[in-house]
């Protein structure tokens, strides 16, 4: 069986599945019952200032939409930092990570924008006997409104510079989690490195309303009439944190920082998916609150098995494999050419392909009076919206012609130069290809 | 259509060999690739599951299914052969309508359970021609004895041989697999399943088969418990009850655990002789068994008497309705007073039954099915056992670790008291006994 052990920034933990900052992480009890269960690290639910602790409102906090068959897609939330005073907390990080010591616990930590205070708190947290910290720059709602969280997340030279400060104060490694509510995640993630963050951690939860109760014309979820923006998780937003990790993984100023992916991690495919674009671990939320600690046992299996497969034999030989592969559109083979070809035995004839094709496509398969679903070739583009429509997986697939073969859409013979964007004769700023 | 389809008597070849086969095709057929996506995706991975409750082996089943939504069924298999690595015959003869998929959610949701048994066989079909998956522990240098390849005994060997124990089974027949080989209806065990499951379970290493050796007559428990550092006994019931009516021994009254036993090793089931019309006695799995297999072989009329109402009927209401299905025609609250016969079976009288005041009472008004051919389903008993062991009722008496009375030895399957006679139960057992023996021989207990 693969060896799953993993080592982040120096935190060593038997798999390379953590549960994120996030009510799973939220007290003892909890994280107890998550390491019985198989987890490999928490990073603690993000810990606030001495004091009295943030209050959350007592109505719902989640709104969430739904598949088929009533499966959480996407969750969201209103919910604060920590509501624990903070003694309450530490006290119980020590006791667990004492008992644990083989499991990473990682401290998530978010108070306001001053130095003083980073700089008083970091060593408190630091007598619990944690592995490293995290700094919560993503907070998307409530906590932001008061200039923390993602407010300091969205504006860069405040993450380095409160990077810098926790990097001055200790010795353990600092994360930075970052906030995806910006237009580019790779100036954020620059500034964390320019600070001297040890990886970053992403995403956070994105702003979000995930519906609107008609009866009561209020967002959901509603507290008393009123709802407000939450943040956004769960296996919808894996997409949208799978390319910033890859983002962040194959730009020349931010390449190399080591990265903990969060955001829809369900499966072990999903952690696979997110360390083979660079994520050196994943962070789970949303499937652990979904389907319980348990989860984390297919994710194990299942990664260990992959890897036998494949014959990797540690966690580090597959993180960022695919990141060489990530790259501009500029660059895409223009000469790789692919037809739809439909399976008939496999096909249960629900003409499905052919209305994405016919009524908004390219008019590339044909229906015959017995519904037979065929797809023409000398219309097809290759778009691949038909593999995508259709119920049956792998009914549709995607031959690639081969050199010499003619595309019977445009009567050009493919060739199996390579040849991209760059030198097209279409393109008025090409380079004539040497 | 063969010519003796309608012959009187009892007669091979009533049907032709393309017909036999389809009759005795897979009574599930397998899921493919897509389907077992679709079923597992229904499962809603229910924190602390009542269908893993309800399992005897306690299958994480939850999980497995979702190893099987996620793509990676080797591993869902894995995941049952840890509990039970008989795992794949399980699949297939489960009663899951009382166990599992009984008790599943969406049973209680939609009245449409998650089709755990066949997205169980369909993970652990994926690895059977595959290595082994598990490791034997280093050798212990410690021996044990199983009785009987059953699997109460297959259950124990595999799991003793795992934890570096040298394992002997001592079988009576000449081939293993106990009531799997023998007993199970031949529609659930297709394709000589339940040998290349047996091949496969060994491939733990560390078990020895000694076929054609009988506790009794070839072997002594005392022998045994010389020989070995413990003894398990799995033997399964090998006596069966009696009608104790005239002309029991008339030609062509047969027990039904034999005519299954002949069926299931017939070469050529188009040359396995079967009455015309035939009558089964009994309320159970092998009576549904006897006469649905009756029925496929071509018998144009089979019916099941059966003593007391339908509802006492000890098969599942999928079984009684399976039967229906085929053809077979159940009659309740009869019980049999007469076989008739000129040394050859002519018919069988049967007397209604009622129950008054809690106990079933025999009536005198009778009816008579013309037969020529009665199986007797009614019911198996432990056979002869070594003095030495303690009975509870008509089983040998185990505590809840599966140990007898005798020091060393331990018992479990259809043989030892406690639990439903079913493969699972057995298994189940078997473990247990095996976990237990591991316990004791490593000096825990
Ligand atoms: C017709 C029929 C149909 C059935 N169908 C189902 C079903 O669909 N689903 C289900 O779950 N259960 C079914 N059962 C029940 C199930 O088969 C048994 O519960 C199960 O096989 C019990 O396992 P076991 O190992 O205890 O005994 P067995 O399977 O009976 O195995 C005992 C083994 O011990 C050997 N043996 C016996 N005496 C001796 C001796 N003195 N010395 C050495 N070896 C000996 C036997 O030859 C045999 O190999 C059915 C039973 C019958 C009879
Ligand atoms: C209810 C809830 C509370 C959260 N609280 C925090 C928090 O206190 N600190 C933090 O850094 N992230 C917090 N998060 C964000 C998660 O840690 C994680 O980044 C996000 O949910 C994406 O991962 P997922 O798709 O696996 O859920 C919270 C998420 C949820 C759902
Ligand atoms: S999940 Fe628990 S705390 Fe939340 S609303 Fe339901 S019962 Fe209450
Ligand atoms: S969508 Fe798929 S299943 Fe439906 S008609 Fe098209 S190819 Fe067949
Ligand atoms: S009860 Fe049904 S839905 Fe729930 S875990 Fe078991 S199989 Fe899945």
């Known amino acids: 069986m693969a060896d799953l052990t993993s080592e982040f920034v120096g935190i060593k933990s038997p798999n390379p599945f953590w549960l994120a900052s996030a009510p799973p992480t939220d007290k003892e009890y909890n994280v107890r019952r998550a390491f019985e269960a198989g987890w490999g690290g928490v990073v603690w639910k993000t810990l606030g200032a001495e004091g009295p602790p943030v209050v959350n409102v007592n109505g719902p906090r989640y709104g969430a939409i739904w598949g088929a068959d009533r499966r959480l897609l996407g969750l969201n939330n209103i919910e604060l930092i920590t509501d624990r005073p903070l003694e309450v907390n530490l006290a119980e990080m020590t006791r667990v990570k004492k008992d644990y010591p083989d499991r990473a616990l990682v401290a998530s930590v978010m108070v306001p924008c001053e130095e003083q205070a980073w700089k008083e708190i970091l060593p408190r947290i630091a007598e619990t006997g944690c592995d490293g910290f995290e700094l919560n720059f993503g907070c998307p709602h409530g906590m932001a409104e008061r200039g923390m969280g993602s407010a300091v997340g969205q504006v860069p030279e405040y993450i380095e510079m409160v990077t810098r400060w926790c990097k001055e104060t200790t010795s353990l490694p600092v994360i930075v989690k970052l906030t995806p509510n910006i237009t580019n995640i790779l100036q954020p993630a620059q500034a964390a490195k320019d600070g001297g963050a040890d990886a970053v951690s992403l995403i956070n939860t994105i702003n979000s309303i995930t519906s609107v109760n008609l009866d009561t014309m209020s967002p959901e979820p509603m507290i008393d009439g009123k709802g407000t923006h939450g943040g956004y998780c769960g296996p919808a937003v894996k997409p949208i944190a799978l390319n910033m990790v890859a983002e962040i993984a194959r730009s020349a100023g931010t390449a190399g920082i080591p990265i903990s992916g969060i955001g829809g991690v369900t499966t072990w495919r999903d952690a696979a998916e997110f360390m083979a674009l660079g994520a050196g671990n994943v962070q789970v939320c949303t499937a652990a609150m979904t389907y319980g600690f348990k989860i984390v046992q297919e994710m194990i299996s299942g990664l260990s098995q992959w890897m036998d497969e494949q014959g990797h034999t540690s966690v580090q030989d597959i993180v960022g494999r695919a990141v060489p592969n990530v790259t501009d559109w500029q660059y895409l083979n223009l000469n790789h050419v692919t037809k739809a070809r439909i399976d008939q035995d496999a096909c249960i004839k629900c003409g499905r392909c052919y209305a994405a094709c016919e009524d908004t496509s390219h008019q590339a398969i044909s229906m015959s009076e017995d519904r037979v679903f065929e797809v023409q070739d000398d219309e097809c583009v290759a778009c691949n919206l038909c593999v995508n429509v259709c119920p049956v997986d792998n009914c549709i697939t995607m031959e690639t012609l081969s050199a010499g073969a003619t595309d019977e859409r445009t009567g050009k013979v493919v060739s199996d130069d390579y040849a991209n964007w760059t030198t097209h004769p279409n393109n008025p700023g090409a380079t004539a290809a040497e | ?445």
């Open chain 2, 1 to 445: 259509m063969t010519q003796s389809a309608r012959a009187n008597g009892v007669t091979a070849g009533r049907i032709d060999a393309t017909q036999m086969q389809s009759n005795f095709s897979d009574l599930h057929e397998p899921y493919d690739v897509h389907e077992a996506v679709v079923a597992a995706d229904r499962c809603y991975f229910c924190h602390d599951a009542p269908c893993m409750t309800a399992c005897p082996t306690s299958i994480d089943i939850p999980l497995f299914i979702r190893q099987i939504a996620t793509g990676t069924p080797e591993a869902a298999a894995t995941t049952i052969f840890n509990q039970n690595i008989l795992g794949g015959m399980c699949a297939r003869v489960c009663p899951t309508e009382t166990l599992c998929e009984e008790v599943c959610v969406r049973e209680t949701a939609e009245g449409k359970p998650v089709e755990i048994g066949r997205l169980q066989r369909f993970a652990t079909d994926t690895v059977m021609s595959k290595a082994h998956p598990f490791k034997r522990a280093a050798t212990t240098g410690k021996t044990v004895a199983v009785v009987g390849a059953g699997p109460a005994g297959l259950a124990c060997a595999h799991r003793v041989a795992m934890m570096g124990h040298d394992v002997v089974i001592f079988e009576a027949r000449a081939k293993g697999g106990g009531l799997n080989e023998f007993g199970i209806a031949a529609y659930k065990s297709t394709n000589d399943f339940a040998q290349d499951e047996l091949d496969w379970l060994l491939g733990i290493g560390g078990i020895e088969m000694r076929y054609g050796q009988s506790l009794g007559q070839d072997i002594s428990l005392t022998g045994l418990q010389q020989d070995f550092d413990a003894v398990f006994l799995g033997m399964g019931l090998s006596a069966v009850n009696a009608l104790s009516l005239d002309n029991e021994a008339a030609e062509n009254v047969e027990d039904a655990v034999s005519f299954i036993g002949a069926l299931r090793q017939a070469d050529d089931l188009t040359k396995l002789p079967i009455g015309r019309r035939v009558v089964v006695i009994g309320g159970g799995m092998t009576a549904i068994d006897a006469g649905v297999q009756a029925k496929l072989l071509g018998a144009e009329e089979v019916t099941i008497v059966y003593r007391r109402g339908q509802n006492a009927m000890a098969a599942s209401e999928f079984e009684q309705d399976l039967a229906q299905q085929k053809g077979v025609k159940l009659v309740c609250n009869a019980s049999p007073v007469a076989i008739v016969a000129d040394g050859r079976l002519t018919a069988a009288t049967f007397a209604y039954t009622e129950v008054q005041d809690g106990t079933l009472v025999t009536l005198d008004e009778t009816f008579t099915l013309p037969c020529d051919q009665l199986f007797k389903a009614i019911g198996q008993t432990l056979g002869d056992m070594p003095e030495a062991l303690g009975l509870k009722g008509r089983k040998i008496a185990v505590d809840a670790t599966q140990k007898t009375n005798v020091p060393g030895v331990w018992a479990g399957g259809d043989c030892a008291s406690g639990g439903d006679d079913l493969t699972v139960t057995a298994v189940a057992e078997g473990r247990d006994a095996a976990m237990d023996i591991h316990a004791t021989l490593m000096g825990a207990n």
